[in-house]
């Protein structure tokens, strides 16, 4: 059974930073894409990065490109996003999801875990 569990959120300043870790279980990373989204009260939930388990190639939406960086570490299945220079426009519970192959940042994914808020204030 896949499971995922996003923890590490909280409220901080804007531009402060914050690692979101993530732990994974049931899978393997070398055969899946791993990606963090997130959701804001009343709005469409959101892609912020995507790691490929095979090669480690990552993909970033422009919006937290350069901000954010998504990191593995398969041997302990688990996937960090590192978050700097936060904005209140990041304020969101962030997730961790999975599915096979390679995917990208805005793609569906199959597998998602609990969610971890962040709250930036300006």
């Known amino acids: 059974e896949v499971q995922l569990q996003a923890s590490g959120g909280g409220s901080v300043q804007a531009g402060d930073s914050l690692r979101l870790p993530c732990t994974a279980s049931?899978?393997?990373?070398?055969?899946?894409?791993i990606a963090w989204f997130r959701q804001a009260p009343g709005k469409e939930r959101e892609g912020v990065s995507c790691?490929?388990?095979?090669?480690?190639?990552?993909t970033y939406p422009d919006s937290v490109k350069g901000r954010f960086t998504i990191s593995a570490d398969n041997a302990k299945n688990t996937v960090d996003l590192e978050m700097s220079n936060l904005k209140p426009e990041d304020t969101a519970t962030y997730y961790c999801n999975a599915d096979g192959g390679r995917k990208d940042w805005f793609d569906p994914y199959d597998y998602w875990g609990q969610g971890t808020l962040v709250t930036v204030s300006s």
């Open positions: 790691i490929n388990g095979n090669d480690g190639s990552t």
């Open positions: 049931g899978f393997s990373f070398d055969d899946y894409s």
